[in-house]
């Protein structure tokens, strides 16, 4: 872990006309730790996530990846600094097969002429695809079928193995677990401590608290646009974290 | 690391599997093209004269303006959207050709089907841009825009020639539908589909396996390969019997050849390209692609524009099958011909799903019930009855996938 946080917000306050979603938020994240970010609903949670991937520009404070201050204009800036974002809804292009959806946006082009005339590289997006999923502990049979072919798991599979695999700084994860199993949560978590092993920072929000103290390092509670604890998590019990969410006990 | 990931695939019994898998995924070109058989099996127990040659010829060239028309809805409804206008705006290209050739004006037959085209990409992109800046639905921008157009067109018909409407004076522009291929030409054509076909089968699945790909299975594509020689051949020698009743005719009219090759175009377009890939991407999660960096507006308006080109070319081969077009002789249904085609050639009203084959087969579908019913002597409302039922089973098709679809979330 070096010194300087791959990702930070300096004193970020954003507003919808009179309604104060963030105010004075501030945090620093390093590289190869998992943060739980938790809040009751409407406690910021979505608008700080949307303001670190780009969907919003802060109205003050500044974010910083890497020590350098950055500003982004559209969700392909963030995308660009190597901030992947999972939104609760999978954002698959259902019709597409899954080699398309993992390179949706990064196309590979054939290297010879053909690749000159718009020809895609289909055979190495699709063989490449599943050498990913499998590198970041996703396996879902062969790259070549649609999306809308899956199951709800396997699409959120296919949705973190996508975010965990452009993924250079940071990866966060909406609600990843909404709507899955048991078993596919805990599969779920599994592919969350691989990304923190390969050196990525994690950003986890859920409402599933005893997710969030299995697998985060450090919790960040949001009430009411701030941010009023930010610890390790050891210093969590699941009634202590409740109490803080609600506010009844610090 | 592959035993313990993520995967649920559960164990049903196969059959009810695959047939889920058949509603739910994209089934391909099955129903559309047993549907085609079945008409095609049901016109000729009828009437004796439907697998002729020069009925088939005819089918062919009056499918021509259908498939294009199902070709150019296709661009729209693959992302979600439809152009009302497109009918009118294929209309109004026709027309414009028409004129511009017309001995009065005596242009070269390219400047004046580059106007035709230019105008109905002008129109298509006027539609585009009001649909993609103000975000209103383009049903409404269209069927605005169709109404601007109709007037403007009628208008023009019943100014040029003292009412008279536009006579296709130009060889070229006649020769869209009424030429032929010489018959050596006619069979260099139909070879080289057939091996042009073949071998883009053979080398996929060449590619595939040395990739060490799920490929295709063998008999799959020898039976595609048969499929297409056998096809091809019948239609060869169809073309090479001599149909005329007074002078000799044969050969394929010269409308099957640009219809292929600009299906070929865009099917390559659709299948192979970025391009292609950001617009199933758009119509199936337009929000996915936009997170995924794809500037879904310009690709909307793209979309608009080669719908507004697929209808001026639907336009010059209309006018071209016509002989030429009057204000009474304007159709204001072909734009629902359009919808209809692509819909039943598998185009998902929903955006995302569908291919240009199927347009194609769709397009074909609408001459044969055309052809066929007036060949037994049912045209005019027995057309537009069967037409009708044949739409709604193809939309029953594309929801009940839908669901099904939706089910299995």
């Known amino acids: 872990m070096s010194d300087t946080p791959i990702l930070e917000l300096r004193h970020v306050s954003k507003s919808y006309g009179s309604v104060k979603a963030l105010t004075d938020v501030s945090l620093k994240a390093y590289a190869g730790e998992i943060i739980g970010l938790v809040g009751d609903n409407g406690a910021g949670k979505s608008s700080m996530i949307k303001t670190i991937s780009g969907v919003y520009t802060p109205d003050e404070g500044e974010i910083l990846v890497d020590g350098t201050p950055r500003h982004w204009r559209s969700p392909h800036d963030a995308i660009a600094a190597g901030i992947e974002t999972l939104y609760q809804d999978s954002g698959l292009a259902p019709d597409l097969t899954i080699g398309s959806n993992i390179f949706l946006g990064r196309e590979l082009r054939r290297r010879s002429l053909l690749g000159r005339l718009g020809f895609l590289d289909q055979r190495s997006m699709e063989s490449q695809a599943m050498q990913e999923l499998e590198k970041v502990g996703i396996s879902i049979g062969a790259a070549k079928r649609t999306v809308s072919e899956l199951s709800g798991g396997q699409r959120q599979a296919v949705a973190i193995g996508r975010a965990a695999m452009w993924a250079k700084h940071v990866i966060i994860l909406d609600e990843p677990t909404n709507h899955l199993g048991a078993r596919q949560s805990i599969e779920v978590l599994k592919v969350m401590k691989a990304a923190r092993d390969r050196g990525l920072c994690v950003l986890f929000i859920s409402h599933t608290l005893p997710h969030v103290l299995e697998v985060t390092d450090r919790i960040i509670v949001l009430r009411l646009g701030r941010i009023v604890r930010d610890a390790p998590t050891s210093e969590f019990t699941v009634e202590s974290l409740l109490g803080t969410i609600t506010g009844l006990s610090q | ?409």
């Open chain 2, 1 to 409: 690391m592959t035993t313990d990931t993520i995967s649920d695939v559960p164990a049903k019994a196969p059959l009810l599997d695959s047939l889920r898998k058949l509603l739910r995924q994209d089934s391909g070109l099955v129903p559309v093209l047993a549907a085609l058989v079945l008409l095609v099996i049901y016109f000729e127990i009828r009437s004796s004269v439907f697998l002729q040659a020069a009925n088939i010829a005819n089918l062919f060239t009056q499918a021509a303006v259908y498939v294009l028309l199902a070709m150019a809805e296709t661009w729209l409804l693959l992302l979600g959207e439809i152009d009302l206008s497109l009918g009118w705006a294929s209309t109004g290209a026709g027309m414009l050709a028409g004129i511009y050739t017309n001995v009065q004006y005596g242009w070269p037959w390219p400047l004046a089907f580059i106007l035709g085209l230019l105008a109905a990409v002008l129109v298509a992109l006027v539609s585009g841009f009001l649909t993609v800046k103000f975000r209103v639905a383009s049903f409404i921008v269209t069927l605005g825009m169709q109404l601007v157009i109709q007037g403007l067109v009628i208008y023009e018909l019943d100014k040029v020639f003292q009412g008279g409407g536009v006579p296709v004076q130009d060889a070229v522009l006649r020769n869209l539908i009424a030429g032929d291929l010489t018959p050596v030409w006619s069979w260099v054509f139909v070879v080289a589909v057939i091996v042009g076909l073949s071998a883009i089968t053979v080398w996929k699945g060449i590619r595939r396996r040395s990739a060490g790909l799920e490929s295709v299975a063998f008999w799959k594509v020898a039976l595609r390969i048969a499929v297409i020689a056998l096809v091809g051949v019948f239609l060869g020698f169809i073309f090479s019997v001599n149909r005329g009743s007074f002078v000799p005719v044969s050969g394929i009219p010269f409308a099957v050849p640009i219809v292929f090759l600009l299906v070929g175009f865009y099917s390559f377009l659709l299948g192979r390209t970025k391009f292609g890939r950001y617009m199933y991407a758009i119509g199936g999660n337009a929000e996915a692609a936009r997170r995924a960096g794809v500037p879904v507006d310009r690709y909307r308006i793209y979309a608009f524009m080669l719908g507004g080109l697929t209808a001026g070319i639907a336009g010059l081969m209309l006018i071209s099958q016509l002989g030429g077009i009057a204000s009474s002789s304007t159709d204001p249904s072909i734009v629902l011909y359009a919808v209809a085609g692509a819909v039943i050639g598998g185009v998902s009203l929903f955006g995302g799903r569908g291919r240009m084959v199927g347009a194609v087969l769709g397009g074909v579908i609408l001459a044969v019930i055309k052809n066929g019913l007036t060949l037994i002597q049912l045209s005019g409302p027995a057309q537009y009855i069967v037409t009708g039922v044949v739409l709604i089973a193809a939309v029953l098709v594309d929801v009940l996938g839908r669901r099904s679809q939706q089910l299995a979330k």
